[in-house]
C-alpha cells in the first residue's frame, strides 16, 4: 500500500498546530460529505482519505508515531503489533537485511545460512503476525499455522461497511466488512492462514479496530452528538439543520427549548452489524449558544419581553 501524505491531504503543514488541523478537516469534510457528493465514488473516496488523515494527524499520539515512522505508518496500521513492537520487529528486520548483505558479499561457497528464513519476511503478516517466535526460523518448520492480527477502519467505514487486501503467506485476501463493524469485532477466514508444508493451512483471525470521530460518539449502537443551538431560536423554536451519518436532517424545535435538552433520532444511529436494515438510535444534545454581544435593537426587545414576564 502507497504512503499517504496526511498534512497533504488536509492541506496543512507539518508544524500546523492542533487547531489548525482541526479547522482544515471540517472545512474538507463538509465539502466532500457523502450527502453531498451522493454517486461521485472519486468524492467518496476523497472523504475517506480526509476522515482517515484527521484520525492520525488529530490525535497528538497517532500523529507523533506518523511523524516519526513516516514511510512505514501503512505497514505499522496492519500489523496489528503495538508501536513498541512494531519498531522493534523493524529493527530486527533491517538486522537481518544487513547480514544477508555481508553474506552476499563474501560470496561463501556453501549454502546460504539465512535461506528460507528471509522468504515473505516483509509480508505483512509473515512479518509482525506470525507465531512470535524467532524470525529468521524457516516457516516450513510451522505446520498450517493460524495467523492473526488487527485491521484499523474509520467511523464511516465502519457505518457503511468496507474492504481490505491482506497479503497472507503470498496470498492476496479480500476481507470484507460489514456495516456496523465495532471495536473488537473478530472476522474469521476458514483456511486463509500460514500454508503448512503437510496438510491445509491455518486459519486467518482478523480484529477491527474503529477510529474514533470527532462529531459522533458511539455507545453499542446508538450514537450520541453535541449540537450548537442559537438561544432565539431555542426561544422562539423552529427547524434545526444537522448532518446525521446517513445525510442531513431537519429537527424540530419547540418553542423555549432548553438547554442541554437531548433529542433522540430514532433510526438514525449505526448499522446493527449482520442485521441488514437495522440501526440504532442518535442522541442529539442541544447546546444553546448565548450571544457575545447584543444589537441596540436586540437589547431593547429583550427588555419589552422581560418587563411583559
Known sequence: MAFRDYYNILGVSKNASEKEIKKAYRKLA??????????NKDLEEKFKEISEAYQVLGNAERRKQYDELGADWEQFQQSGASY???????KQYEQYQR??????????????????GGQGFSDFFEAFF?????????????TGADVSGEVAIDFMEAYHGTERILDVDGNQIKLKIKPGAY?????RARGKGQKGSHGKAGDLYVRIRVNEH?????EGHNLHMDVEVDVFDALLGGDLPIMTPSGKVNIKLKEGTQNQKTLRLRGKGMPIYGKPGQFG????????????????????LLKQAKNAG
Open 30 to 39: 463538509t465539502e466532500y460529505h457523502p450527502d453531498k457528493t451522493k454517486g
Open 84 to 90: 513498541e513492537d512494531f519498531v522493534a520487529q523493524k
Open 99 to 116: 547480514q544477508r548483505q555481508r553474506q552476499s558479499r563474501r560470496q561463501y561457497a556453501g549454502a546460504d545460512p539465512f535461506q528460507g
Open 130 to 142: 506470525g507465531g512470535g517466535g524467532n524470525p529468521f526460523e524457516e516457516s516450513q518448520h510451522f
Open 183 to 187: 471495536n473488537g469485532l473478530q472476522l
Open 214 to 218: 470527532p462529531t459522533f460518539k458511539r
Open 281 to 300: 438510535d442518535l442522541l442529539v444534545t442541544l447546546n444553546v449558544k448565548l450571544p457575545k454581544k447584543l444589537s441596540q435593537k436586540q437589547r431593547e
